[in-house]
Each structure stands twice: as structure tokens, then as C-alpha cells.
């Protein structure tokens, strides 16, 4: 069995918490789930939620931040176990994270976690550049001093948890600083559609976050500093060259792992 903590039961209404014990697989998949799993992070879910959506999410926070990684394989009653629930809302779970592409239910085999396709993650980033490249630009806009001060405040705990090389923390640092520029964007449309791409974003970003490292935060720094100067050409300029930048890494990061 694999552990990464202790498992926790979940209530038909609960304030959840990312699993912590053992989880998934057989063979040569337990052995590397053991040690990649091995010392992951607790991290709570803030609000209360019913069982199935308990569930959901909790699954869901694992996959995203590669607690369980991509081709790892899903055992239901070890993940029911682990969450002290009974089979039904785990099998309800995957199958929701089937229908939106985290895991892939293979017949007579089982459940697994989704592995990106080259073709999914370099058009996924791709939109995702389009999208934030015009969402910077109408942050440059519309940013007040706070709204500066709170980027900087980001950004500064990003570098922090990057020289603690805790990859949780400039993942969610990242996730957290792209939010709020979204957001200061003032155009919910716009905001929309960036949030249904971002966990999907946070996925590929997860392995890349202490290799592009200390780049990408001196990009964060150049794009705040457009955005506090109300250069709306030059934030849109910088943010376009930040995500391009993170595409090909993932690219590379892909192709390194494909000549292993």
C-alpha cells in the first residue's frame, strides 16, 4: 500500500481535504506511485460540499498537481478506502473526470489518469496565450495602485516558495498572480473562458515550475511593472512572450521525457 499521510472520511457534508494515504495500482505502477507520492503535501478544500462533489474535487486536486500522475492507474476501491466512502461516488467521480478528459476508463482494465497528447497541450497553451496576451493587456487599463501592490505581494511569494523549491507553492503563486490579472481585466467573457482552461493549465505548469523558475518570475516582474506603468501595448507584448515561453518548455520537457 502506498501512503502519504493518513486518509480522512468524508461526511455527506464536509469541509474536504487533498487525500493522504494509500492509493492505487499494482506492480511496477505501485512501485513508482510509492515514490512519487511519498511526502506530497495536505492541502484543504475551504467550503463545505456534498459527498459526490467532496469526492470529485479531491481527485481532481491530485491529478492537477501530479500527486498522481498522467498514466497512473486508478483502483476504486483503493481511492474509496483511502477517503473512507463507499465505491459509488468514487466510480461517480472518475466517470465525471472521464467526460472532461482527466482520466481515461479503459474496459477490463480499469480507470487511469489522462496522459496529454503533444497536439492537447500545445493547443491548449496556445489558447491559453491568446487569451491572457488580450487579458494583461485590459489589466494595464484599468490596475490601480492596490491592484499593483497586490501583484507585487504575488509575486513576491512566488520567489519565496521558489527558493524553498516548493513546487506546490509557486504552482498555486503562479495560478493565483494569472487570476487576478485576469480578473483586473474587467471583462467577465474574457474571464470565463480563461478559468476553463486554467487547471488544465496548472497540469502542464506543475513539472515546469522550478525548471522555467526564476525566467519566469523576472517575466511576472516585467509584466507588473507594464501593468503599473498603464502600458497596455507592453503588458500584452510581455505576457504574449511569457506564456510562448512556457509552451515550448513544455514542449521540451515532453520531448526529454520521450528520449529517456
Same mark, same amino acid.
Given at each position: 500500500?502506498?501512503?502519504?499521510?493518513?486518509?480522512?472520511?468524508?461526511?455527506? #457534508?464536509?469541509?474536504?481535504?487533498?487525500?493522504?494515504?494509500?492509493? *492505487?495500482?499494482?506492480?511496477? &505502477?505501485?512501485?513508482?506511485?510509492?515514490?512519487?507520492?511519498?511526502?506530497?503535501?495536505?492541502?484543504?478544500?475551504?467550503?463545505?460540499?456534498?459527498?459526490?462533489?467532496?469526492?470529485?474535487?479531491?481527485? =481532481?486536486?491530485?491529478?492537477?498537481?501530479? &500527486?498522481?500522475?498522467? $498514466?497512473?492507474?486508478?483502483?476504486? *476501491?483503493?481511492?474509496?478506502?483511502?477517503?473512507?466512502?463507499?465505491?459509488?461516488?468514487?466510480?461517480?467521480?472518475?466517470?465525471?473526470?472521464?467526460? #472532461?478528459?482527466?482520466?481515461?476508463?479503459?474496459?477490463?482494465?480499469?480507470?487511469?489518469?489522462?496522459?496529454?497528447?503533444?497536439?492537447?497541450?500545445?493547443? =491548449?497553451?496556445?489558447?491559453?496565450?491568446?487569451?491572457?496576451?488580450?487579458?494583461?493587456?485590459? +489589466?494595464?487599463?484599468?490596475?490601480? +495602485?492596490?491592484?499593483?501592490?497586490?501583484?507585487?505581494?504575488?509575486?513576491?511569494?512566488?520567489?519565496?516558495? =521558489?527558493?524553498?523549491?516548493?513546487?506546490?507553492?509557486?504552482?498555486?503563486?503562479?495560478?493565483?498572480?494569472?487570476?487576478?490579472?485576469?480578473?483586473?481585466? $474587467?471583462?467577465?467573457?474574457?474571464?470565463?473562458? *480563461?478559468?476553463?482552461?486554467?487547471?488544465?493549465?496548472?497540469?502542464?505548469?506543475?513539472?515546469?515550475?522550478?525548471?522555467?523558475?526564476?525566467?519566469?518570475?523576472?517575466?511576472?516582474?516585467? =509584466? *507588473?511593472?507594464?501593468?503599473?506603468?498603464?502600458?497596455?501595448?507592453?503588458?500584452?507584448?510581455?505576457?504574449?512572450?511569457?506564456?510562448?515561453? &512556457?509552451? &515550448? +518548455?513544455?514542449?521540451?520537457?515532453?520531448?526529454?521525457?520521450?528520449?529517456?
Amino acid at each position: 500500500m502506498l501512503k502519504i499521510g493518513h486518509s480522512r472520511h468524508l461526511p455527506e #457534508e464536509a469541509t474536504v481535504s487533498q487525500p493522504n494515504a494509500p492509493l *492505487i495500482g499494482a506492480g511496477n &505502477t505501485r512501485r513508482a506511485a510509492r515514490e512519487s507520492l511519498s511526502g506530497a503535501a495536505s492541502r484543504k478544500v475551504e467550503r463545505p460540499a456534498p459527498l459526490r462533489q467532496a469526492v470529485y474535487e479531491a481527485l =481532481l486536486d491530485l491529478i492537477v498537481n501530479r &500527486t498522481l500522475k498522467p $498514466g497512473q492507474h486508478l483502483v476504486e *476501491i483503493e481511492l474509496a478506502e483511502h477517503l473512507g466512502v463507499s465505491r459509488q461516488p468514487v466510480r461517480e467521480a472518475l466517470q465525471r473526470l472521464q467526460t #472532461e478528459g482527466w482520466v481515461d476508463l479503459r474496459p477490463a482494465q480499469g480507470a487511469f489518469v489522462h496522459t496529454p497528447t503533444d497536439e492537447e497541450a500545445d493547443q =491548449l497553451l496556445s489558447v491559453r496565450n491568446v487569451l491572457e496576451t488580450h487579458s494583461a493587456k485590459l +489589466a494595464a487599463e484599468h490596475a490601480t +495602485a492596490e491592484d499593483v501592490a497586490e501583484l507585487k505581494a504575488l509575486q513576491r511569494e512566488g520567489v519565496e516558495a =521558489l527558493k524553498q523549491k516548493d513546487v506546490e507553492r509557486v504552482v498555486a503563486a503562479n495560478a493565483a498572480l494569472h487570476a487576478r490579472i485576469t480578473r483586473l481585466s $474587467g471583462n467577465a467573457v474574457l474571464a470565463e473562458m *480563461i478559468a476553463t482552461v486554467d487547471r488544465r493549465v496548472r497540469w502542464y505548469y506543475a513539472p515546469l515550475a522550478l525548471t522555467r523558475g526564476k525566467d519566469a518570475w523576472n517575466e511576472h516582474a516585467e =509584466l *507588473i511593472k507594464a501593468i503599473a506603468d498603464h502600458d497596455p501595448e507592453a503588458a500584452g507584448r510581455v505576457m504574449n512572450r511569457h506564456t510562448e515561453r &512556457t509552451r &515550448t +518548455a513544455y514542449q521540451a520537457h515532453i520531448e526529454g521525457n520521450e528520449s529517456r
